[in-house]
């Protein structure tokens, strides 16, 4: 059980586009997901908050006009990267919250490359 | 103060020794004390976790200690394996990860065979 899934797996895209990416939970329902970026080699530093039919809450530095979150059902969070730029390329984590347990879930990854 | 601060950054150990790796927390308010383990390409998996009113909590090959007074904690892995051979992440949060989890910088273990 408490699944996450994360589509696509790997993107490339051209600079100046825009890219998006879908966090899913499985078998579970989460009213809270959280998007993370992670730079080769470093850690997992937190995007945003995502909640269900209300606005994200994103972290001090994480532009909210250029990462673009919508989480709109109880299993679906998507992650929209806008006008994208090579310093965009990086590997973007989202994890869900199973509210019985009060544990984050963690879905594969998803690696974009801005060409 | 939201920082949790991870030493070694990477550690290489012999197959059967016991990796130890060690975290330090400065918000007295954290209450969940997890650490997770990321193969390359892979989102972090947990591993164990912890909370404040236990000293050790052990699962399996893996070990937590905690010192609430030291606001210090650490990961020992026992009978350590190649297949160990991971970064592994200790992270801090309030009420059992609901709220935000603050990671620490990594750990990247080796296990020679």
């Known amino acids: 059980g408490a699944v996450v899934s994360q589509h696509p797996s790997w993107v490339i895209c051209k600079s100046g586009t825009s890219v998006k990416i879908e966090c899913r939970s499985l078998d579970f329902q989460a009213t809270t997901m959280f998007w993370y970026r992670q730079f080769p080699k470093q850690s997992l530093m937190l995007m945003a908050t995502?909640?269900?039919?209300?606005?994200?809450?994103?972290e001090q530095g994480v532009e909210k006009d250029k990462f673009l979150i919508n989480h709109a059902s109880l299993t679906l969070s998507t992650l929209t990267v806008t006008s994208a730029h090579p310093e965009d390329s990086s590997f973007y984590i989202c994890?869900?919250?199973?509210?019985?347990?009060?544990?984050?879930?963690f879905g594969p990854g998803t690696r974009l490359t801005v060409t | 103060q939201q920082q949790v601060k991870q030493s070694p950054q990477s550690l290489i150990v012999q197959k059967g020794g016991i990796p130890i790796i060690n975290c330090a927390y400065e918000n007295t308010a954290f209450d969940y004390f997890p650490w997770y383990q990321q193969f390359p390409g892979k989102g972090p998996a947990l591993l164990i976790a912890?909370?404040?009113?236990?000293s050790e909590k052990k699962e399996g090959r893996f070990t937590i200690s905690f010192n609430k007074s030291a606001k210090q904690f650490s990961l020992h892995i026992m009978d350590s394996q190649p297949g160990d051979s991971a970064t592994y992440f200790c992270?801090?949060?309030?009420?059992?990860?609901?709220?935000?989890?603050?990671f620490g910088q990594g750990t990247r273990l080796t296990i020679n065979p």
């Open positions: 912890i909370r404040p009113d236990v």
């Open positions: 994890s869900a919250l199973d509210r019985p347990s009060n544990e984050q879930y």
């Open positions: 992270a801090a949060s309030r009420i059992q990860g609901a709220q935000k989890l603050v």
């Open positions: 995502s909640n269900e039919g209300s606005k994200a809450t994103y």
